[in-house]
């Protein structure tokens, strides 16, 4: 049996064990701490909004032997004062900027072209409005809480009220951390990223389920028997569901 297997099965068995119960404390300043840095990160940096929410243009610049400096000093010649130069693959530059107009838009188009050596036809054009991003965010905060409704009913029929209030604390608490990381490493947000968020959602509440359903478990006929307590009974859930929340965590 792998090192792995055999820990496992000694989490399960009760053999090791941690006392997350008992230190619950601990983890809830932990918690509170890293929130806490999370929330300074969105309401003091802010999030680095990619152009499908704040608008722009976008131009893709292929098979260029230029370097990113030296797109983003033709950039600044053509007349754009703060463009956002990033190499996006082998040989291709993305350059973004403010919104253009399609004549503005054409003549610096040109102008990359001839500064970077390559063909106007062959560099990418892309004029966003930010009333799309603006869609596809709202679609996904009215699913998003479709969704909290839905699961919140569904927990406290299976559960009971107070475990469905713990479980939407839990997935609000993993929105907030993923969100301040965002904000603090400076990642750009796009419709990716908003699609990424909701599937970490639904891995949270994966987890959750599964670490509840094993202490409903242990804990079904607590009162019928000496041999544990009620903090005991769910300590030894949370052992046995540990390397689980691991893997599902990563």
Do not use: C
Request: proline letters at 2%.
């Amino acid at each position: 049996m792998s090192t792995l297997g055999s820990l496992t099965h000694r989490l399960y068995s009760g053999e090791v064990s941690y006392d997350f119960v008992g230190r619950r404390r601990r983890w809830y300043a932990a918690s509170v701490a890293i929130v806490i840095i999370a929330l300074v990160g969105l309401f003091g940096r802010g999030l680095n909004l990619g152009i499908e929410f704040r608008g722009g243009s976008e131009f893709r610049v292929p098979g260029t032997t230029a370097s990113v400096e030296d797109a983003r000093t033709a950039a600044q010649a053509a007349g754009i004062a703060d463009p956002i130069v990033t190499e996006v693959g082998q040989g291709t530059l993305r350059i973004q900027t403010p919104a253009l107009t399609p004549k503005e838009s054409a003549a610096f188009t040109e102008k990359l072209a001839a500064d970077l050596g390559v063909a106007v036809a062959d560099i990418g054009v892309q004029l966003v409005g930010p009333s799309w991003g603006a869609e596809i965010t709202e679609r996904a905060l009215q699913g998003l809480v479709a969704f909290l409704v839905l699961v919140a009913i569904f927990l406290s029929f299976y559960f009971e009220w107070r475990l469905a209030i713990a479980a939407l604390v839990a997935l609000l608490h993993d929105l907030v951390i993923t969100i301040g990381i965002y904000a603090l490493t400076g990642f750009e947000v796009t419709p990716a990223t908003v699609i990424g968020v909701l599937t970490i959602l639904g891995f949270s509440l994966y987890d959750t389920v599964v670490v509840f359903d094993k202490v409903k478990e242990n804990t079904r006929n607590i009162t019928s028997g000496n041999r544990a307590t009620y903090s005991e009974a769910a300590n030894l859930a949370l052992n046995q569901t540990l390397v689980r929340s691991i893997n599902t965590s990563v």
